[in-house]
């Protein structure tokens, strides 16, 4: 079958490779109709994150239609059309039946590597490095999905293919943020990043009840998608004055829930991305976290700040005193879709969600290559490159 | 001496202290020579009854291989999180030519884990890929990976 493939910084080939089987009573093969690249690809893509091998298979947002099932499946099955969450739940350790289902104990095969790094392992994930396992990714006709009971849920009739992969990461991972982040009515939040993640943020802190949600970027295509489909209001950081404009827009307080959506190659004005970029150049830095910092020195007094952006290593200028002498509440995680998705899934039904606007270029996998050199370079208003293999 | 400098001659002191251990636990741990603390606890949290975990006494089935070499005990987890299932290499046994002891325990215990809570073990091999050049890079990573279930804290 033909796979698109990581073969090394910056380099991506389609290549045939070998169908998937099942391995596992709880596997199920699922054909791939749908594979999305996300933020989180361009960091594995960029080498930024340790434990990638030449000849991996990339993407780990997706949907399909179940083709074969292992003997121990017994709620999902052949013929149903799913959309598969991109972090792998057991179901049944103790992080999966307390809802923190991209932690589970039980779907990484490697997990002497994550603790090395972290302290502890997280769960398995779809063709993001052997440190989440080292799973083949679904930009490929065919995926095997572990856990397929857990991990895969049926789409509504009536939802689109554009619609619905996104509820494999992109919208449970926002929803995520402002849920865990503490939203609720009357706040005031503020979403850096305007990808398909930050977006979806915003539109969960809608839902959620925040009076007012304002989305930072600079790209003026995403910075419209926010404005004129989620319904929130915009702020565009170039102007560089992020931190007092958002203190006007709150009242003097700053936003009761900062959300980070930006990640390890944040991009900014200030003057400490240029201390960043020099050093992760010269491997003293991993990553660059110039959108954290802002979300901590804008929150407000005692509100709290949600890192979804990924990051994979340490980081530098940490103003952890504006943490500890604001009394905020830093939280972060991989995303914990498998409590979110059949709601998100029915709140995509019912015209809640907008989600099918991420799909700006629709590819067949063949133009896997040049989608992700689109997305990468934010070419052609890219929000996500979407492939049907 | 001034009170001083004693201060500060004594926090010098236990700073480089401190870094010899650390220097020498990485030394051994690089070396790949046994764990410095071999027979120390390892422990996994199983979220079943300890009756699921040790039935009728037997050990589960991954540690069954080595039960020559270690001590087992189990007790209730805080908080109704199952069992704690605790494993060491028995201190004194013979070194015998069992290769990285630990390594195994270690495997073991998280294959136990697994089992008992899923009914499977979390494998990805084999799996489709692209071509994998044989790369210096590319051979640590999939040496680390490989000896990964044998690593880490545990
Ligand atoms: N926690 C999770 O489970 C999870 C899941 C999916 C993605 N992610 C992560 O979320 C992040 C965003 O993902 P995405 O798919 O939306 O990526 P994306 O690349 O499409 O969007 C990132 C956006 O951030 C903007 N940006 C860069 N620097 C900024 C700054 N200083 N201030 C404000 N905006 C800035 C960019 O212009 C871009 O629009 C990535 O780090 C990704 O890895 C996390
Ligand atoms: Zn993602
Ligand atoms: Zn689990």
Known sequence: MKALCWTGINKLTIENVDEPTILNPSDAIVKVTMTASCGSDLHLLGGYVPGMRAGDILGHEFMGEIVAVGSGVSERKVGDRVVVCSFMSCGQCWYCTNGLTSLCDNTNPHPGLGEGLFGAPTGGCFGYSQITGGFAGSHAEYVRVPHIDTGAFLVPDGVTDEQAVFASDAVPTGWMGADLGGVKPGDVVAVWG??????????????????????????????????SVIGAETLDYSSGEVMAELRERTGGRGPDVAIEAVGMEAHSERPDYVYDKVKTMLKLETDRPTAVREAILSARKGGSVFVLGVFGGVV??????????????????????????????????????????????????DQGPQGYEMFKTKADGCVRAVFRP | ?????????????????????????????????????????????????????????????????????????????????GTELAARIRPNSAAGDHGDRVGQLRAALRRSKQLLETGEVATNEPQPEGHRPATPAGLLVDALARRSPEKGIL
């Open chain 1, 194 to 227: 305007a990808g398909g993640v930050g977006q979806m943020a915003a539109r969960a802190a809608m839902l959620l009840g925040a009076e007012k949600v304002i989305v930072i970027d600079r790209l003026p295509e995403r910075l419209e998608q926010v404005r």
């Open chain 1, 316 to 365: 530098d200028k940490f103003p952890l005193g504006a943490v500890m002498n604001k009394g905020l509440t830093l939280r972060s995680a991989q995303q914990h879709g498998h409590r979110y998705i059949p709601m998100l899934l029915d709140r995509i039904a019912a015209g809640e969600i907008s989600t099918g606007h991420l799909a700006t270029h629709v590819m067949p996998l």
């Open chain 2, 1 to 81: 001496m001034s009170k001083r400098t004693a201060a500060a001659l004594i926090a010098a002191g236990t700073a480089a202290a401190s870094v010899a251990v650390v220097a020498r636990r990485r030394s051994t741990d690089a070396a790949g020579s046994p764990d410095s603390n071999e027979s120390r606890w390892r422990v996994v949290t199983i979220a079943r009854p300890e009756a699921e975990v040790i039935v009728d006494g037997a050990l589960p089935a991954p540690l069954i291989e080595l039960a020559d070499l270690i001590d087992v005990r189990t007790s209730a987890a805080p908080g109704d999180r």
